[in-house]
């Protein structure tokens, strides 16, 4: 079982700028994905970006430029962040973290809404 506990969002202004943070904790496998999708009211839920164990990083296009996802590993915890720049209203969504290895696990959720 792995465990994920979300931060970060909130609202912010068309152009500025936010961190949201994820920690997966437990019985982490070797080989994992862990990233963000993000889901609008009426949408499905979409991939935001994510990276892997070996550290390859994969953006959707819509924030390539703009989001940037890290990540750094303390002994069985792996700490996620996604620091979002420049944003726009259009990336107004509840932001999921999603973690896998061999099951898949979803965070609760956060809310970011960029509005003036």
């Known amino acids: ?50 990276i892997t164990s070996g550290g390859s990083i994969m953006y959707a296009d819509s924030v390539k430029g703009r989001f940037t996802i890290s990540r750094d590993i303390v002994n069985n915890t792996v700490n996620q962040q996604l620091q979002m720049n420049s944003l726009k209203p259009e990336d107004t969504a509840v932001y999921y973290c999603n973690f896998w290895d061999q099951s898949l696990y979803w965070g609760q959720g956060t809310q970011v809404t960029v509005s003036s």
């Open 1 to 50: 079982q792995v465990q994920l506990v979300e931060s970060g969002g909130g609202l912010v202004q068309p152009g500025g700028s936010l961190t949201l943070s994820c920690t997966a904790s437990g019985n982490i496998f070797e080989n994992y994905i862990m990233g963000w999708y993000r889901r609008t009211p009426g949408q499905r839920r979409e991939l935001v970006a994510h």
